[in-house]
């Protein structure tokens, strides 16, 4: 049985200059699944309204859909479609000692400290997470073992979506993110954090994009593509220059791949 990279490709026309850089995440990630031998599986269409279920919780249907398409597989990793990849990147699959994976959340700390304060008091009053721990949604290994635990999530979502939504719409304060960290918690799933260089992410707090004339570091990619495999470019905030994560996706891509 292979493994599967698994990416939501819907196209948010709100979130202008995020989606639109989907063809080159899609691009680096089907090269690298060949060089090692797993296969790209894209979440084209959505499985219903995004209104009512953000594409974020949707994917949480993953083993529903494998199931239909009766696909084999070993595991799973699920990535968000603003991530590019080195073509060198090793094969995360052979670290995860077959455990729920995920990549520690490194960008703003006030953020996730907020958002696990706020779902605590809604929700999960007598669970406890820590930032620390606290992984980011967009990079999640997976296998069949946790088939249960996503209808479990799904169960969470349903029973919950109005004031989840509520949430989402006042405070926000992130879509799954936070709630899958809590639902691992509460269900003793055991977790294995990866390397962070499997998804570098808010890569604007890490001076490792140029957004801006006044920027000491220069307009280069180069320490970016020193410092990890997997640069997830989510988060850009409004800049001079107009650059957002379509323009850095493409321009990662063309740099990395052009050889």
């Known amino acids: 049985m292979s493994n599967i ?6 196209k948010d026309p709100k979130r202008i200059g995020r989606s639109g850089g989907y063809e080159w995440s899609i691009k680096s990630w089907k090269f690298w699944c060949v060089k090692n031998d797993c296969e790209l599986v894209l979440l084209e269409q959505p499985l219903t309204d995004p209104a009512q279920m953000s594409i974020a919780w ?13 696909m084999d597989y070993d595991q799973v990793l699920m990535v968000d479609a603003d991530t590019i990849v080195h073509p060198d990147c090793p094969n995360f699959f052979e670290e995860t000692d077959g455990k729920y994976c995920g990549v520690a959340e490194t960008g703003c700390y006030e953020w996730v400290s907020r ?12 669970t406890t997470i820590h930032p620390w721990s606290y992984f980011n949604g967009g990079f999640q ?11 479990i999530v799904l169960d969470f979502y349903h029973t919950n979506q109005e004031q989840l939504l509520d949430i989402q719409k006042k405070n926000g304060l992130g879509t799954d ?5 809590y639902l691992v918690e509460e269900n003793s799933i055991e977790l294995k954090l990866l390397p962070q260089c499997y998804n570098l992410n808010q890569l604007e707090r890490k001076n490792l994009l140029y957004l801006a004339p006044q ?9 970016l593509y020193k410092a990890a495999w997997v640069y997830h470019f989510n988060g850009i905030p409004g800049n001079p220059l107009q650059r957002g994560s379509d323009y850095f996706m493409e321009r990662a891509y063309n740099e990395l791949y052009s050889g």
């Open 141 to 151: 290994i997976v296998n069949e073992s946790h088939k249960e635990f996503f209808d």
């Open 177 to 181: 993110q936070t709630c899958i960290n």
């Open 115 to 126: 958002s696990i304060k706020k779902y605590k008091e809604e929700f999960w009053s007598g």
């Open 215 to 223: 920027h000491w570091w220069g307009d280069s990619l180069e320490n």
């Open 5 to 10: 990279v698994f990416m939501p490709v819907i």
């Open 58 to 70: 949707q994917r949480y249907n993953l083993f529903k859909l494998l199931d239909h398409s009766k």
